[in-house]
């Protein structure tokens, strides 16, 4: 099976601020809102191809670097400054509520994976993605990369740019079947990757998760 | 042998939990209708780091202990470059880098030593620690999609295997008891204060709880011990309905059932148990209990059982420890009691087990539900049954 992208996508803060008055996200953190933006421009690319049904079969995996430290953040200052634990904090601070509320979002009922893994979450996404489509477990699957983080966390993780990224994947025979444009080859993604070997900050062992993380350079070479 | 006939084979177990260190020790007290429970929470006894790892934390000791007990029972010393290695929690190391955390709040404590601790703040930063300690596995993955991220990270291992990736992969699943889980879950109004009694009428809420589950899984091309088990199916589905509280008619859970035993090429009939996720909540457990219900309806029931009252809920952990009961269910032909169970809720139409008992099993159903709708289940069989 070799996995095609076939769409797309990025949001930055300037894409999302129109949201913040909007009632849907008024609960939403900003991570949310980032790869529900992101999707969105994904998803109206192939409008014709993603409709409710497909979607509603399609997977959908995130990776965020260190996931949702923003809530996790405001949870425990919360906490800590009046002895309040804000429920939605909590409900936001755990690493899968950004999958939650896409697949609620845009009615995924299919396979739906979190993953944190610093620097390797992209290549890891991008696998479990491979491996989902191989058992046919889903015929598309989103792979997602997002990353927000306070001004607090930022020294500490190295972070410096936010942001969200999205590519639609399925296999080569799905693409030719549905007679969709071949965005990007397994072999190009396999250079991309080898060609950006990942370099470490000497202090945390973290780095720019959102400059290089494979799914977001891929997109935005793509869009 | 070929791709499409390999069968995924658990060779090794490994626990750490609040009822102690250690496989049988973990099987023997659940058989035996004790639970770990107290004041409302399931912790580990630990006494100090066992492994003089100070600055790793709880998190990294649970995953060790558990992880070398599993490796040991396979006849294995440490993982090889061709091996996977998946991990799967919901916090991590939290307890290290969220009190400091605090305390920088509180300017009792530097950006500096934020910045130390902060390391270990990224789930995969313990995967990290971890896999350099048991060898070079070159294939890694940190599941966090709450409380089923482990039985989808058994569910991803085995897909790895079958689809030719890995030869084997250690699948394991750790969690710690926090500030935030506890006073979050508090705050959702969920927690009980006495051990959970899943499906029960007057069933008060779920039992927080920490440890690790460890699991190795092998090709059957290249098991070197005897086989416990055979994973021999897996179903994925989310809910897309809310994003903490389940299906009200389990619409996901039945999918995820009806997808594994689909792919286990078994009928419902066929299934001898069900290893429920049961909590104790009680949207979870009618949710759940319609699901099973509507699943087997037209088939034999057979009996359910969650293991919740015992051990707890270990939210990123519980796939894996739960899966190491069901393995060991197959291995010792017994069925668990459901504990804390008196009068059984009418609502949910379930032949609930009663007690501990011996009895013929071939296929046991492995259900776990998480926040934002993320169903997983799988199907643990006999090992000759998948091999014949």
Redesign the interface.
Known sequence: MKMVVVAAAVSHDEDVKSYVTQAAFRKASRKMTLCFDAMKKAVSSLADIFTPERLAAAGLILNSGFGEIEATGGFLKGLAENGVARPIFFQNSLHNSTTGFLAIQYGIQGPVFTVNHRTRGGDEVLDISETLLADSLCEFCFAVTVETVPPEFSGPTGVDREGAAVLALCSEATAAKYGLKVLITPDDVLKESAHHPRIELPLTGLKSLFRYDLITRLADRLT | MSLATRSVCVTGLGVVSCLGIGVNRFWDRVERGESGIVEGLGAVQLDGPQLGSETEGRAFEFSMLAAKEALTQAGLSRLDPDDGFILAT?TGQ?DIW?TE??E???QKSS?ED??VV??H?????L??TIASHIGQPS????????CS?AT?ALA?GS??I??G?VKRCLVGGVEVLS??TV??????QLLSSEPARPFDSSRKGINLSEGAGFLVLEASDVVKQKSLAIISGSG?????????GPHPEGE?CF?AMAQAVRSSHLSPNEISWVHAHGTGSDLNDLSEGRAIARFFDGATLPPVTSTKYNHGHALGASGTLEAVLCVEALRRQTVLKSGGLEHQDPRIPLVVARESAPRAIRHILKNTL?????NAALVFSQPAEALS
């Open positions: 919901t939290i969220a955390f605090v920088f709040l509180r950006q934020l910045e902060f390391r703040q990224s789930l995969g930063a995967l990290d294939k890694t993955a940190l599941i966090s999609s709450a991220a989808q991803l897909m790895w079958r689809q990736k500030s935030l006073e979050g879950f508090k705050s959702l994925l589905t989310t809910d897309a309905f809310h994003m903490t996901g999918q998480g926040f934002g709708g993320i």
